[in-house]
T-cell receptor, first 114, second 113 residues
Framework: ETGVTQTPRHLVMGMTNKKSLKCEQHLGHNAMYWYKQSAKKPLELMFVYSLEERVENNSVPSRFSPECPNSSHLFLHLHTLQPEDSALYLC?????????????FGDGTRLSIL | AQSVAQPEDQVNVAEGNPLTVKCTYSVSGNPYLFWYVQYPNRGLQFLLKYITGDNLVKGSYGFEAEFNKSQTSFHLKKPSALVSDSALYFCAVLGGGYQKVTFGTGTKLQVIP
């Protein structure tokens, strides 16, 4: 059991739709992350939250909007996406940012934009 | 800045043979180094890490990695490969006061029966 749960596992949406990805961690961690994984590209860090405060935003387009209501939950709100946004979106958590504690990943949401 | 390089997109090895997946890094100061594995349709799973101390680090599933400061490398090794080891392997580094981990591009390991 991963300790980090992502829903849905698969999502197909049109470019005009609005949807949200959900991540929940049961590990008592204080930091949560969103990554984008595309084929043949490095893992891209999108957002980092530490104690529910956003501490990193790597020039991600505004059509991606994160939300962290508490230290256990992380959302990624999607709207007006582009075909190049099709990818695997991974959520991760760790005890804190900047430390040597490893990150724990969910199994991802496979997003396809029509 | 910090960076990590995995020079091989794919490594093929026969079952039962030793395997090595290469990783080199660049960071200011002392690094924290990690290896993760990703099986199909799954997220990344932590294998092992180097913080300080013994240069040979042992991890899950019989994997180990050797930290070499002079060569700035952290290669992943296993004495005898299993078909079930076939997966995507990621090296990662954190150091120099950075707050975020930098991942490599991944190496696909194919163990041939």
């Amino acid at each position: 059991e991963t300790g980090v749960t992502q829903t849905p596992r698969h999502l197909v949406m049109g470019m005009t739709n609005k949807k949200s990805l959900k991540c929940e961690q049961h590990l008592g961690h204080n930091a949560m992350y969103w990554y984008k994984q595309s084929a043949k590209k490095p893992l891209e860090l999108m957002f980092v939250y530490s104690l529910e405060e956003r501490v990193e935003n790597n020039s991600v387009p505004s059509r991606f909007s994160p939300e962290c209501p508490n230290s256990s939950h992380l959302f990624l709100h999607l709207h007006t996406l582009q075909p190049e946004d099709s990818a695997l979106y991974l959520c991760a958590s760790s005890q804190r940012t900047g430390g040597h504690q490893p990150q724990h990943f969910g199994d991802g949401t496979r997003l396809s934009i029509l | 800045a910090q960076s990590v390089a995995q020079p091989e997109d794919q490594v093929n090895v026969a079952e039962g043979n030793p395997l090595t997946v290469k990783c080199t890094y660049s960071v200011s100061g002392n690094p924290y180094l990690f290896w993760y594995v990703q099986y199909p349709n799954r997220g990344l799973q932590f294998l092992l890490k180097y913080i300080t101390g013994d240069n040979l680090v042992k991890g899950s599933y019989g994997f180990e990695a050797e930290f070499n400061k002079s060569q700035t490398s952290f290669h992943l090794k296993k004495p005898s490969a299993l078909v079930s080891d076939s997966a995507l392997y990621f090296c990662a580094v954190l150091g120099g006061g950075y707050q975020k981990v930098t991942f490599g591009t991944g190496t696909k390991l194919q163990v041939i029966p």
